[in-house]
């Protein structure tokens, strides 16, 4: 079993940063990829990023250019640095990771953070 404990959501305005973290624990031997997805309200969840243990990375088209997903292998930590936010980048904001190199579907899900951009 992986514990995914996501930080570092909140309330900002458009056009500003916000910095989410992620730290894994648990049984992390199998631990390849890591990354985001959110869902907004009414929406389905959507895949934003993942970066391997090697440091491949890839974004949805959504988010490419302003979020950048990072991991710190010696802390089990992946980061998802957001810049240029959108009011329609609010949503719960989920951390995952995966045994494989891809990330659809994952293993296991953090719990989710709330992200709100306002206009």
């Known amino acids: 079993q992986v514990q995914l404990v996501e930080s570092g959501g909140g309330l900002v305005q458009a056009g500003g940063s916000l910095r989410l973290s992620c730290a894994a624990s648990?049984?992390?031997?199998?631990?390849?990829?890591m990354g985001w997805y959110r869902q907004a309200p009414g929406k389905q969840r959507e895949f934003l990023g993942r970066?391997?243990?090697?440091?491949?990375?890839n974004y949805a088209d959504s988010v490419k250019g302003r979020f950048t997903i990072s991991r710190d292998n010696a802390k089990n930590t992946v980061y998802l640095q957001m810049n240029s936010l959108q009011p329609e980048d609010t949503g719960v904001y989920y951390c995952?990771?995966?045994?494989?190199?891809?990330?659809?579907?994952?293993?296991?899900w953090g719990q989710g953070t709330q992200v709100t951009v306002s206009s």
């Open positions: 648990g049984s992390l031997f199998s631990l390849n990829t």
């Open positions: 970066i391997t243990r090697a440091g491949n990375t």
């Open positions: 995952a990771v995966s045994r494989f190199p891809v990330l659809t579907p994952p293993d296991y």
